[in-house]
C-alpha cells in the first residue's frame, strides 16, 4: 500500500507541476497577445489560463492527500509461515443432531372443495336512448335536487371557513 501511494503521490505531483508550468506559459502568452493585437485569441488564452488553473489545483490537492497516505515507517518484512504458530490449538464442533423425519403426506387435510359461483342473472337488453331520457322524465320524485346549506348572506374567511 505504501508503494503504491508513493507512486501515485510522485505521478500526481509531476502532472499538477505541468499544469502549474501550462498556466504560467498560458498566462504570458495571453499577455504578449493582448498587448500586440485585439483579436479573439485573447479569449482562447484566457480559457486556457483558467482551464490548467483549475486542473493544476485539483491535481495539487490530490497530491497532498496522496502523500499524507504514505505511512511513515516502511513494511516489515514477512516472516516465514514455518515461523507462525497458531495462538489457541482448535476444538472440535459439537456434533449435529439429526434432522426431526418428515411428515407422511396422509397427514396433510385436503383442500376444501370449492363451492360453485351463484348463478349471474342476464344482462338487460339495451334500449334506445329516447327510451332512458322518458323513462327519467316520468319519474320527477326521484330527481335530486341540491339544497345548498348556507344562506345566500353567508360570510366566509379566506380560507373558507364559515363565519357564524
Known amino acids: 500500500m505504501s508503494n503504491r501511494m508513493s507512486v501515485l503521490s510522485r505521478r500526481l505531483g509531476r502532472f499538477a507541476g505541468g499544469f502549474s508550468f501550462a498556466t504560467v506559459a498560458f498566462f504570458s502568452i495571453g499577455l504578449y497577445a493582448a498587448a500586440n493585437t485585439k483579436g479573439q485569441i485573447v479569449f482562447l488564452f484566457a480559457g486556457l489560463v483558467l482551464v490548467c488553473l483549475f486542473a493544476s489545483f485539483v491535481l495539487w490537492l490530490a497530491h497532498g492527500f496522496a ?69 327519467a322524465a316520468k319519474n320527477p320524485a326521484e330527481e335530486n335536487v341540491i339544497v345548498s346549506e348556507d344562506p345566500p348572506d353567508a360570510k366566509y374567511t379566506i380560507t373558507g371557513r364559515r363565519v357564524y
Open 67 to 135: 502523500w499524507a497516505m504514505i505511512s511513515e515507517k516502511p513494511s516489515e518484512e514477512k516472516k516465514p509461515a514455518e515461523a507462525l504458530k497458531p495462538a489457541d490449538p482448535l476444538k472440535p464442533a459439537e456434533a449435529m443432531k439429526p434432522a426431526e423425519p418428515i411428515k407422511a403426506a396422509e397427514s396433510v387435510k385436503p383442500a376444501e372443495a370449492v363451492k360453485p359461483a351463484e348463478a349471474m342473472r342476464p344482462a338487460e337488453a339495451m334500449r334506445p336512448a329516447e327510451a332512458k331520457r322518458a323513462a
